[in-house]
């Protein structure tokens, strides 16, 4: 021990009064040519030498600060604290978590920070820094379809075929035609300039008729539902939903990017193909290449998960390329991945943890930044944004109720169903903001969506709160009676 610290401190030493030699010798040699001379020293050199130095400390720190890394770093501080904050209050007051955190990022926008503080808003959050915050939160949205493809479990839907066919269609068609008929009352005012109809009233419908099959899965969890009947229908429901509402965005993003009949007719072809290529080809292809060992192991390898990723990288580049959004091959890839050995849930823990908690908040600030509440600076404006509300609520939760009761489930019952299906959530921001990028809802209708949007979230705890107390009231009057 001795031996070991005498050998390093002599080392240290002997190095070190080289270097010093070295610099002494160094500060004699000739400038080099064409070198700036030095100014003769003034008095109080010293002093304005210190002050010099101070103020090129401060303005390293303020260049520092400038740079694009550090404003994303800034960003990511600033929208990951609000939305946990925000997330944590939400739930407090018996909300989803999500549903704060799509508020944060609302707030976070120019319609409240922006508004209280416009010096700091601007230098968080540049123009010049949101095309790589648009980029990172398209990120996380892939990844999290990705997820969401995983959750569809389409054995469950198969048991439960007919009713969930019958319910979420019906939750689909009716609200799609309340919004393609109030498109026809608001293309003139709201659509973007330049926009066709048809394409405005696409989406309309599509903003109508989406519904949250992630969040409405937190609230069942939450409440002690997932394995009711109620529950599992709920489940089974949303799922169908989702697919069909995703399959059909996808459709009409495709004939909204076409400059023409045919080439709309192209992009649908490839679309089909691709599908196609995916659940024929790929799914039965991604067992081999993962292996058995693979799916059964504990914790996938980093070779299993290069695999992965490579697939749901690949679909989305290749949905990119067709003319659909990315988020759609990273849906679909989703959806083929093997089941076997609980792979799928390995992975949607470990890909859902960090997408959660450090894409997703960003893609909320990034919507938030977009939504410009301000502009709804009437009476005529906010009444317009609650008949939305209203419309969206009544076909979404009527058509869901009206065919579940269809299906046998008792009135009580099917308006719960109704109102878990009216919870839009993050799949609604996700198709709004489609809509935005295309350039056919203009900021002002995507701000009234946009409060669409949390607007149907939020309502959904408390309408089933109502309808299961009203149950209970109903099964406490009846006890008596049969009694």
Same mark, same amino acid.
């Given at each position: 021990?001795?031996?070991?610290?005498?050998?390093?401190?002599?080392?240290?030493? /002997?190095?070190?009064?080289?270097?010093?030699? /070295?610099?002494?010798?160094?500060?004699?040699?000739?400038?080099?040519?064409?070198?700036?001379?030095?100014?003769?020293?003034?008095?109080?050199?010293?002093?304005?030498?210190?002050?010099?130095?101070?103020?090129?400390?401060?303005?390293?720190?303020? @260049?520092?600060?400038?740079?694009?890394?550090?404003?994303?770093?800034?960003?990511?501080?600033?929208?990951?604290?609000?939305?946990?904050?925000?997330?944590?209050? =939400?739930?407090?007051?018996?909300?989803?978590?999500?549903?704060?955190?799509?508020?944060?990022?609302?707030?976070?926008?120019?319609?409240?920070?922006?508004?209280?503080?416009?010096?700091? =808003?601007?230098?968080? =959050?540049?123009?010049?820094?949101?095309?790589?915050?648009?980029?990172?939160?398209?990120?996380?949205?892939?990844?999290?379809?990705?997820?969401?493809?995983?959750?569809?479990?389409?054995?469950?839907?198969?048991?439960?075929?007919?009713?969930?066919?019958?319910?979420?269609?019906?939750?689909?068609?009716?609200?799609?035609?309340?919004?393609?008929?109030?498109?026809?009352?608001?293309?003139?005012?709201?659509?973007?300039?330049?926009?066709?109809?048809?394409?405005?009233?696409?989406?309309?419908?599509?903003?109508?008729?989406?519904?949250?099959?992630?969040?409405?899965?937190?609230?069942?969890?939450?409440?002690?539902?997932?394995?009711?009947?109620?529950?599992? *229908?709920?489940?089974?429901?949303?799922?169908?939903?989702?697919?069909?509402?995703?399959?059909?965005?996808?459709?009409?993003?495709?004939?909204?990017?076409?400059?023409?009949?045919?080439?709309?007719?192209?992009?649908?072809?490839?679309?089909?193909?691709?599908?196609?290529?995916?659940?024929?080809?790929?799914?039965?292809?991604? &067992?081999?290449?993962?292996?058995?060992?693979?799916?059964?192991?504990?914790?996938?390898?980093?070779?299993?998960?290069?695999?992965?990723?490579?697939?749901?990288?690949?679909?989305?580049?290749?949905?990119? /390329?067709?003319?659909?959004?990315?988020? =759609?091959?990273?849906?679909?890839?989703?959806?083929?991945?093997?089941?076997?050995?609980?792979?799928?849930?390995?992975?949607?823990?470990?890909?859902?943890?960090?997408?959660?908690?450090?894409?997703? &908040?960003?893609?909320?600030?990034?919507?938030?930044?977009?939504?410009?509440?301000?502009?709804?600076?009437?009476?005529?404006?906010?009444?317009?944004?609650?008949?939305?509300?209203?419309?969206?609520?009544?076909?979404?939760?009527?058509?869901? @109720?009206?065919?579940?009761?269809?299906?046998?489930?008792?009135?009580?019952?099917?308006?719960?169903?109704?109102?878990?299906?009216?919870?839009?959530?993050?799949?609604?921001?996700?198709?709004?903001?489609?809509?935005?990028?295309?350039?056919?809802?203009?900021?002002?209708?995507?701000?009234?969506?946009?409060?669409?949007?949390?607007?149907? *979230?939020?309502?959904?705890?408390?309408?089933?709160?109502?309808?299961?107390?009203?149950?209970?009231?109903?099964?406490?009057?009846?006890?008596?009676?049969?009694?």
């Amino acid at each position: 021990m001795k031996r070991s610290a005498l050998f390093y401190l002599v080392t240290l030493s /002997v190095i070190g009064a080289g270097i010093l030699l /070295v610099l002494h010798l160094g500060a004699g040699l000739p400038a080099p040519q064409g070198a700036v001379m030095a100014k003769a020293a003034a008095p109080h050199a010293g002093m304005a030498a210190s002050r010099s130095a101070v103020a090129a400390v401060l303005s390293g720190l303020g @260049a520092n600060v400038n740079d694009p890394l550090s404003h994303l770093f800034v960003q990511l501080l600033v929208i990951i604290i609000a939305s946990r904050l925000a997330g944590m209050l =939400f739930v407090r007051c018996g909300q989803p978590a999500v549903v704060g955190e799509m508020a944060a990022g609302i707030l976070l926008g120019p319609s409240l920070f922006g508004w209280l503080a416009p010096d700091a =808003f601007q230098f968080v =959050f540049p123009a010049t820094s949101l095309g790589v915050l648009k980029l990172l939160s398209q990120i996380g949205v892939c990844l999290f379809m990705f997820v969401v493809g995983m959750e569809v479990d389409m054995g469950h839907v198969r048991k439960k075929a007919e009713a969930a066919v019958i319910v979420s269609h019906a939750s689909i068609v009716l609200p799609y035609f309340l919004g393609v008929v109030l498109a026809y009352f608001l293309y003139t005012d709201l659509a973007q300039p330049g926009t066709s109809f048809m394409a405005f009233a696409l989406f309309m419908g599509i903003s109508m008729s989406i519904t949250a099959f992630p969040v409405l899965a937190r609230i069942l969890q939450e409440r002690g539902l997932s394995r009711t009947f109620l529950g599992s *229908t709920a489940i089974t429901c949303a799922a169908v939903d989702d697919v069909t509402a995703w399959s059909i965005l996808a459709f009409v993003v495709a004939i909204a990017r076409a400059t023409s009949v045919g080439a709309s007719a192209l992009n649908l072809l490839l679309v089909l193909a691709f599908i196609a290529i995916m659940i024929k080809g790929v799914r039965l292809l991604l &067992p081999r290449w993962i292996g058995r060992d693979g799916m059964e192991s504990e914790a996938p390898s980093r070779g299993v998960l290069a695999t992965v990723i490579c697939v749901v990288v690949g679909a989305a580049l290749a949905t990119e /390329v067709i003319g659909i959004h990315a988020l =759609f091959g990273a849906f679909l890839a989703g959806a083929i991945m093997p089941e076997a050995g609980g792979f799928r849930h390995k992975l949607s823990v470990r890909v859902e943890n960090f997408s959660s908690v450090l894409l997703l &908040p960003l893609f909320f600030a990034f919507t938030g930044l977009r939504t410009q509440i301000g502009l709804l600076n009437d009476v005529q404006g906010w009444a317009l944004c609650l008949g939305i509300i209203a419309v969206a609520t009544v076909g979404k939760l009527g058509g869901s @109720a009206i065919a579940a009761r269809w299906t046998g489930m008792s009135w009580s019952e099917s308006l719960q169903l109704g109102a878990l299906m009216n919870t839009r959530g993050l799949m609604e921001l996700i198709a709004l903001n489609i809509g935005y990028d295309l350039g056919i809802l203009s900021p002002r209708i995507f701000a009234m969506l946009v409060i669409m949007a949390l607007a149907t *979230t939020m309502l959904t705890g408390p309408l089933l709160t109502l309808f299961t107390r009203r149950q209970a009231e109903l099964d406490g009057a009846s006890a008596p009676a049969s009694a």
